[in-house]
């Protein structure tokens, strides 16, 4: 199972076509990330990111709501069970 989280993409740091990366805050955690799939994908915009690389992308309401659900299966987990 793959999990692609969104992020928001807050400074451009290469525009070349097959090396275009950027600056994404996934909640307080910034990490560069590749974004030539996205070539439209601006500063501000929501991207789907899966293994470093935004795929996508989304609408900020999209966003808001899947880092909700995926916030509510964290508090949800106890992760004590899983090291017992």
């Given amino acids: 199972m793959c999990l692609a ?3 928001e993409i807050k400074e451009l740091l290469n525009s070349e076509p097959l090396k275009r990366t950027g600056l994404v805050d996934f909640g307080g955690t910034t990490r560069e990330i590749n974004l030539s799939m996205v070539p439209d994908a601006k500063i501000g915009d929501y ?3 899966h293994a470093g690389i935004a795929l ?3 609408d900020r309401d999209e ?3 899947t880092l909700k659900m995926i916030d509510e299966i964290g ?3 106890d992760f004590r069970e899983r090291s017992s």
Avoid: F, L
Wanted: proline fraction near 7%; hydrophobic fraction near 60%; avoid cysteine.
């Fill in 75 to 77: 508090k949800n987990m």
């Fill in 47 to 49: 991207v789907i990111v």
């Fill in 56 to 58: 996508n992308i989304i």
């Fill in 63 to 65: 966003a808001a709501q």
């Fill in 5 to 7: 989280i969104p992020g």
